[in-house]
């Protein structure tokens, strides 16, 4: 019987965030200059290349929305059960996750083979841009198993304290995606040049040694877990639990996806103002991830302290992390405010594009004030299993306030106009994650102290 308590309820909540949180941020801010070096290489084979990867994002997001989703669900839950100390539970939580994970990759494989070319044939007339989509997306969903394995592996490694080993995954795997970029696409050392496939492949090859590798060190170091499938069933049940949690998150990052492409559509009468959206997403990751490593730091330590009852810990977690990400978020302001020319000039922007993409990046930037802020609460609401909130608040901002705006002030011939759609949302979703996050905070307190009783 294990009866040793796990660092979450135990260490003080300062050192215990910092120890949690920094090393996934900087494993995301690898994966953000991951993300900014990938499309630079691209950049260079020519601007229709990167206007390609720009319009594939909404399913790559998507895929990610449902690896990431799905995995959120797994350590909210598997954090909770971990703080009751029902550590049976808890494997069979984690053997559910590992089946849903693979038949999400299966799912997201016959999506790519069928879907990719009507969805770029959707958003643009350019052949070019249409071909170098088609296989770029093909190849990513097809050989996408990776992205999935990866992102479970390292939530149970999470779900446990073990954050260190989520660092060394996420980043060897970014590294080699970055170093395999230009090898393979514009064939060095004897590769042959494969152009935006290549881009692909080093992605795809990326992942699946992070795969590997966050599989290996659950086997290794993860002694809280028993991840074996011999003789596995699946449990619809615990796999509902899990979807209670993951599926609004699901649905909130999918929401995303579903912004992103209508944006790609309004913006498609602006000559280059999709390849510019597509950089400011690239350009913004490197503020955000940091962010959403702080999530995945202070998620497991507000499901094991809820679950734990101990009200004090959860409040000053979320307190700090707050604090933290509007930090963050300040600092990626002032960046976007005062160097928005160098930002650009880094994906060998044109005249065109930097005078398109100048105002765009200092208008949307605005948003990041608010930002921090409601990233912390939609998570927080995750962590304690209210996460239906984080999904009225995603889909307010976006489907009934971003999209709506960007095309009415679209309709006024001005592309500037269309950025403050951004800003616009971002004060819908401060008032709404503020107004949920009170009544979040009452209801748990009231379970905790009755847990406590």
Same mark, same amino acid.
């Given at each position: 019987?294990?009866?040793?308590?796990?660092?979450?309820?135990?260490?003080?909540?300062?050192?215990?965030?910092?120890?949690?949180?920094?090393?996934?941020?900087?494993?995301?801010?690898?994966?953000? !200059?991951?993300?900014?070096?990938?499309?630079?290489? &691209?950049?260079?084979?020519?601007e229709?290349?990167?206007r390609?990867?720009?319009?594939?994002?909404?399913?790559?997001?998507?895929?990610?929305a449902? +690896?990431?989703?799905?995995?959120?669900?797994?350590?909210?839950?598997?954090?909770?059960?971990?703080?009751e100390?029902?550590? =049976?539970?808890?494997?069979?939580?984690?053997?559910?996750?590992?089946?849903?994970?693979?038949?999400?990759?299966?799912?997201? +494989?016959?999506?790519?083979?069928?879907?990719?070319?009507p969805?770029?044939?959707?958003?643009?007339?350019?052949?070019? #841009?249409?071909?170098?989509?088609?296989?770029?997306?093909?190849?990513?969903?097809?050989?996408?198993?990776?992205?999935?394995?990866?992102t479970?592996? =390292?939530? !149970?490694?999470?779900?446990?304290?073990?954050?260190i080993?989520?660092?060394?995954?996420?980043s060897?795997?970014?590294?080699?995606?970055?170093?395999?970029?230009?090898?393979?696409?514009?064939?060095?050392?004897?590769?042959?040049?494969?152009?935006?496939?290549?881009?692909?492949?080093?992605?795809?090859?990326?992942?699946?040694?992070?795969?590997?590798m966050?599989?290996?060190?659950?086997?290794?170091?993860?002694?809280?877990?028993?991840?074996?499938?011999?003789?596995?069933?699946?449990?619809?049940?615990?796999?509902?639990?899990?979807?209670?949690?993951?599926?609004?998150?699901?649905?909130?990052?999918?929401?995303?996806?579903?912004?992103?492409?209508?944006?790609?559509?309004?913006?498609?009468?602006?000559?280059?103002?999709?390849?510019?959206?597509?950089?400011?997403?690239?350009?913004?990751?490197?503020?955000?991830?940091?962010?959403?490593? !702080?999530?995945?730091?202070?998620?497991?330590?507000?499901?094991?302290?809820?679950?734990?009852?101990?009200p004090?810990? &959860?409040?000053?977690?979320?307190?700090?992390?707050?604090?933290?990400?509007m930090?963050?978020?300040?600092?990626?302001?002032?960046?976007?405010?005062?160097?928005?020319?160098t930002?650009?000039?880094?994906?060998?922007?044109? =005249?065109?594009?930097?005078?398109?993409?100048?105002?765009?990046?200092?208008?949307?930037?605005?948003?990041? !004030?608010?930002?921090?802020?409601?990233?912390?609460a939609?998570?927080v609401f995750? +962590?304690?299993?209210?996460? &239906?909130h984080?999904?009225? &608040?995603?889909?307010c901002r976006?489907?009934?306030v971003?999209?709506?705006?960007?095309w009415?002030?679209?309709?006024?011939?001005?592309?500037e106009?269309?950025?403050?759609?951004?800003?616009?949302?971002?004060?819908?979703?401060?008032?709404?994650?503020?107004?949920?996050?009170?009544?979040?905070?009452?209801?748990a307190?009231? #379970?905790?102290?009755?847990?406590?009783?």
């Amino acid at each position: 019987m294990q009866t040793k308590e796990n660092k979450m309820g135990v260490m003080p909540i300062d050192k215990l965030l910092i120890s949690m949180s920094l090393p996934m941020m900087i494993s995301m801010l690898v994966q953000a !200059l991951y993300n900014i070096v990938d499309s630079i290489f &691209v950049s260079r084979i020519n601007e229709y290349a990167l206007r390609a990867v720009s319009l594939a994002f909404p399913i790559q997001s998507l895929m990610i929305a449902v +690896a990431v989703g799905t995995a959120v669900g797994i350590n909210a839950f598997l954090s909770r059960t971990l703080g009751e100390r029902d550590f =049976e539970k808890a494997n069979i939580i984690a053997r559910n996750g590992i089946f849903i994970a693979i038949a999400s990759y299966i799912g997201f +494989a016959v999506i790519g083979a069928l879907i990719s070319r009507p969805f770029f044939s959707s958003q643009t007339e350019v052949m070019e #841009v249409r071909e170098y989509g088609v296989t770029y997306l093909t190849i990513c969903c097809v050989a996408g198993m990776g992205i999935f394995l990866q992102t479970t592996f =390292e939530r !149970l490694l999470q779900a446990t304290g073990k954050t260190i080993y989520t660092m060394i995954t996420q980043s060897t795997g970014a590294i080699i995606n970055i170093i395999l970029d230009p090898i393979l696409i514009f064939g060095y050392f004897g590769m042959p040049r494969m152009g935006i496939a290549g881009a692909a492949v080093a992605t795809v090859f990326g992942q699946i040694v992070a795969a590997s590798m966050a599989l290996w060190f659950n086997l290794k170091f993860n002694k809280e877990l028993d991840i074996s499938m011999k003789g596995f069933h699946p449990n619809g049940h615990l796999i509902g639990q899990i979807y209670k949690v993951g599926a609004p998150s699901i649905v909130v990052q999918a929401i995303g996806s579903l912004m992103t492409y209508g944006m790609n559509l309004i913006l498609a009468a602006f000559g280059s103002a999709q390849t510019v959206f597509g950089i400011y997403f690239k350009l913004q990751s490197f503020v955000f991830m940091p962010v959403f490593g !702080l999530n995945n730091g202070m998620v497991p330590i507000i499901s094991y302290n809820y679950g734990a009852a101990r009200p004090q810990r &959860v409040w000053k977690t979320i307190r700090l992390s707050n604090i933290t990400a509007m930090v963050i978020m300040v600092v990626g302001f002032i960046i976007f405010q005062l160097f928005p020319s160098t930002l650009l000039e880094l994906f060998d922007a044109s =005249e065109t594009m930097l005078a398109i993409g100048v105002p765009a990046l200092r208008i949307i930037s605005v948003s990041f !004030l608010l930002a921090g802020f409601c990233i912390i609460a939609g998570s927080v609401f995750q +962590a304690i299993g209210n996460p &239906v909130h984080s999904l009225i &608040v995603s889909v307010c901002r976006q489907m009934v306030v971003l999209l709506p705006v960007a095309w009415l002030l679209s309709r006024t011939g001005r592309l500037e106009l269309v950025w403050w759609s951004f800003p616009i949302a971002e004060v819908m979703s401060f008032t709404l994650s503020t107004i949920f996050l009170r009544r979040t905070v009452k209801s748990a307190n009231e #379970v905790m102290n009755s847990s406590a009783d």
